[in-house]
């Protein structure tokens, strides 16, 4: 991964982000799915980069982590993500966006079961439903969200205006603040593979959709650059 987008990339970028906007210079949602779809290519170069970048770093913690992959990229409300994500899970924000925006991180349940399990000597074998983690579960949820925190500066560096720091950790979702119901999304679940190939735990990086806004900027700065160097 050379962290770099190629000039089709970032054009399709451009065009799609303003394609989203109404007349009034605001987000339609009803848009934001063709639009994303436009996105991919440029989005899924920075996931990639995190998850190969987040697999180094979880297997320091579970040796038996063989991939983190891509399951999808959608466009959807706070509301929706909070629907998606019930207690328990592991929800991390991290703050660097421009204008003080936060980037969300959240483990399934069943993934910080399975790790913690693993990680004990276990065979990431199904875990009675529960409605609290324990503090052990807690405790390594928290050694995670620190490791990941570098991934996500690695990979998300054209978008952050600054260092991410881990400003906010919880189990439950319904304790977020920095997000309105309404508020548009770009979320990415990733699946963790520890061997077995039928795992499906997940992990979950959403951002709100104006800070692609910056990102597009950014990638224009980057466009227009590589255009002069050919000249």
């Known amino acids: 991964m050379t962290g770099v987008l190629e000039p089709e990339e970032l054009e399709a970028f451009m065009d799609s982000a303003e394609s989203a906007r109404d007349g009034n210079g605001k987000y339609d949602f009803a848009r934001q ?3 994303l779809q436009r996105l991919l290519p440029a989005l899924n170069q920075l996931q990639l980069q995190f998850a190969e970048s987040g697999k180094e770093s979880l297997r320091t913690l579970l040796p038996t982590l063989t991939s983190i992959s891509i399951d999808n990229t959608s466009a959807m409300r706070f509301d929706e993500l909070r629907r998606r994500l019930p207690a328990p ?3 991390a924000l991290y703050n660097g966006l421009a204008d003080g925006a936060s980037m969300l991180m959240a483990m399934e349940s069943e993934l910080i079961f399975q790790m913690v399990d693993r990680y004990y000597g276990g065979f990431g ?5 529960r409605e609290k983690f324990s503090v052990t579960e807690e405790s390594f949820s928290e050694q995670a969200n620190e490791l990941l925190k570098a991934d996500i500066a690695k990979a998300w560096k054209t978008l952050l205006v600054q260092t991410p720091s881990l400003v906010q950790q919880t189990s439950d979702i319904r304790t977020i603040e920095a997000f309105g119901d309404q508020d548009s999304m770009v979320a990415c679940r990733f699946v963790l593979d520890f061997g077995g190939g039928s795992d499906n735990v997940g992990l979950w ?13 950014v990638s224009y700065t980057h466009l227009r650059a590589h255009e002069t160097s050919l000249h």
């Open 33 to 35: 799915d063709y639009a």
């Open 89 to 91: 899970c592991n929800i």
């Open 125 to 129: 074998g199904a875990v009675p439903i």
């Open 205 to 217: 990086l959403a951002l709100p959709w104006t800070a692609l806004d910056d990102f597009r900027a």
